[in-house]
């Protein structure tokens, strides 16, 4: 069975996308540990990060590379934290998280509450940024 993740690519599940190319897709967290927090996926199912083959894993993180440049410039922050967990969704997924201090990247957090408008907003902004 497709996971969460593959219908969102096939666009069968919406998402507030920020880039997609041949192999990899990018979209905003559902709900974000802070604005912008994007998740980076491959569009092949794996579910353990370190399962990619090579060239998959390497090409993944020049994609999250590029997104998360455009993120840091759309959204005033001090970085871009980079968090692999995947225990919830088993299709490997990058979360790039804009951050401000250490305590940014904590999972245990509440979570925001954005309106679709905010996160429309959000998703535009880093999408005029990306090269
Ligand atoms: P984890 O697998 O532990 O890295 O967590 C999965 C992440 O995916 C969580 O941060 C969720 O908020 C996020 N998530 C789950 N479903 C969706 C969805 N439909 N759209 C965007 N993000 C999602």
Partial sequence: MATIFT?????????????????????????????GHTLVIPKTEKDYIFDLDE???????LFAKKVAHAIEKAIPCKRIGVAVI??????AHVHLIPINQESDMNFKNPKLKLSVEE?????????????
């Fill in 7 to 35: 219908k969102i690519v096939n666009g069968e599940i919406p998402c507030y996308k920020i880039a997609e190319d041949d192999r990899f897709f990018a979209f905003l967290d559902i709900n974000p540990m802070t604005k």
């Fill in 119 to 131: 996160m429309n907003e959000i998703a535009e902004h880093i999408r005029q940024k990306i090269g």
């Fill in 55 to 61: 060239a998959t894993y390497s090409a993944l993180m």
């Fill in 86 to 91: 995947g225990l919830e969704v088993p299709h």
